[in-house]
């Protein structure tokens, strides 16, 4: 699959967040974007996930996908759990697709048992953002896109998080917002000002 | 210890109630203006042992059950309706305010006309109970947490577990509190619209019949049943919601 970002242009209560950007997202590469604060990296994702509409320019997906819409697996800013339910339940309510064993299985990659089962409202901060990121990767998905997804993990967990999702990656490709591109060597970087 | 405690402090203020109702009617003494709780207790006791006391009171209750039922089942899918459309939203508007405003004696007497008196109770209640859970549900709806549900979006999450891993556990403080209120009006209306239609066998017409005998005593013993019957189903509503969470 080929998204083709294309001169787009969004401004948010007349001040410009992005203005003629380009980007082509091609399966299979990774796509690392930083940039301070208010760069527009975030209005970017919500682009390419078809929750915002540019201004000028287009989002396009290219090739013969065949669906309206893309299926991605997303790390939101936010980590936005169901709170009263527990790790496994969160990853298993977004898709008829994903069973309780296998998440079960993926959650313990990133997290130790005794964090899974429990209600994530009761969770460290580190632990509820690695279970969004296993929520992301661990449903059938085209494309990977992540906001932030390592805020809140110490450098043991952020490792370990950075080689699970380029396990999970697969031949889609992946986009991924960061300050940080500390052991983010294998993707483009591409820095927004 | 503390269960003695609990049941003394809840207790104890009961029966100085009591105590003062007995004298007043003491004073009073006459049976006519205002029965005492012995009175009262004997007319129960005299009630509860004819077959036409059981059958009024199955028959209201079921009646007014039924109409909070459907209130509630209706109250709640137009709600949800008016959440994912505005148009209807606005549409139910000056319905909801209408039933909400106008006095349930209106109602009754309008639908004695149309319907006659055999099913008051059942229309009354859901009128009552509509606008209740209607609103109570949609403003829970509408506070519902947006990011939550722009990842449901953005994760092709299926409708049916949106409702209940988003919308429900939401909705549960909501829920709890319009049912409770809705139980208690739907035995007021209810029994308020039997008092006007007269339908036989109801705990309604045992009410007007005990007013036109002035049966004072009779009259208190139906309502204490009216109230007992009503906190019984509030409770047993409280634990259904209880056991859900």
């Not at chain 1, 043991?156 to 990656?169: A, D, F, G, P, V």
């Not at chain 1, 889609?172 to 052991?183: I, K």
Request: glycine residues 8%; charged residues 20%; hydrophobic residues 45%.
């Amino acid at each position: 699959m080929t998204i083709e970002v294309k001169d787009v242009k969004k401004s948010y209560d007349g001040k410009v967040v992005l203005e003629d950007f380009s980007l082509n997202i091609e399966s299979e590469h990774s796509y690392i974007i930083t940039g301070p604060s208010g760069c527009g990296k975030t209005t970017l994702l919500r682009l390419i996930l078809g929750l915002e509409k540019p201004d000028a320019g287009t989002v396009k997906l290219l090739g013969d996908y065949k669906y309206p819409f893309i299926n991605s697996g997303t790390v939101f800013q936010e980590d936005r759990l169901c709170e009263e339910y527990d790790a496994v339940t969160n990853v298993t309510m977004v898709s008829r697709k994903v069973f309780k064993e296998t998440v079960t299985e993926e959650l313990l990659k990133l997290l130790p048992e005794e964090a899974i089962h429990k209600p994530v409202k009761e969770l460290s901060g580190g632990q509820r953002r690695r279970v969004a990121i296993v929520r992301a990767c661990a449903i059938p998905s085209d494309i990977l896109i992540m906001d932030e997804p390592f805020t809140g993990l110490d450098d043991e967990s952020r490792e370990k998080c950075i080689e699970y999702i380029r396990h999970k990656q697969g031949s889609g490709p992946l986009v991924l917002t960061t300050h940080d591109t500390r052991g983010l060597g294998f993707g483009r970087v591409i820095q927004m000002v | 210890m503390d269960l003695l405690k609990k049941v003394l402090k809840k207790g104890i203020p009961v029966l100085l109630w009591l105590a003062i109702w007995q004298m007043v009617a003491l004073i009073i003494h006459n049976k006519i203006l205002l029965a005492g709780p012995i009175e009262t207790v004997r007319a129960l006791i005299s009630l509860s042992g004819t077959a036409d006391f059981w059958e009024s009171v199955a028959e209201s209750t079921w009646r007014i059950l039924l109409g909070f039922f459907v209130g509630a089942v209706l109250g709640t899918g137009a709600a949800y309706l008016a959440y994912t459309k505005e148009f209807i939203r606005d549409f139910l508007q000056p319905f909801v305010v209408t039933l909400k405003s106008v006095p349930v004696a209106s109602f009754v007497i309008l639908l004695l006309i149309w319907f006659g008196s055999r099913n008051i109770s059942v229309i009354i209640c859901a009128m009552v109970v509509f606008p209740i859970l209607y609103l109570s549900t949609l403003e829970g709806l509408l506070s519902t947490d947006v990011k939550l549900l722009e990842m449901a979006g953005v994760f092709r999450m299926p409708r049916t577990r949106v409702i209940r891993y988003i919308f429900l556990p939401q909705l549960r403080p909501f829920f709890q509190s319009a049912f409770k209120l809705a139980i208690g009006m739907s035995f007021k209306s209810g029994i308020a619209a039997e008092v006007i239609g007269q339908p036989l066998h109801t705990m309604g017409n045992g009410l007007y019949l005990a007013k036109v005998y002035l049966e004072t005593g009779e009259l208190f013993a139906w309502t204490i049943v009216i109230v007992l019957i009503s906190f019984i189903c509030e409770k047993i509503l409280a634990l259904i919601a209880g056991e859900t969470k």
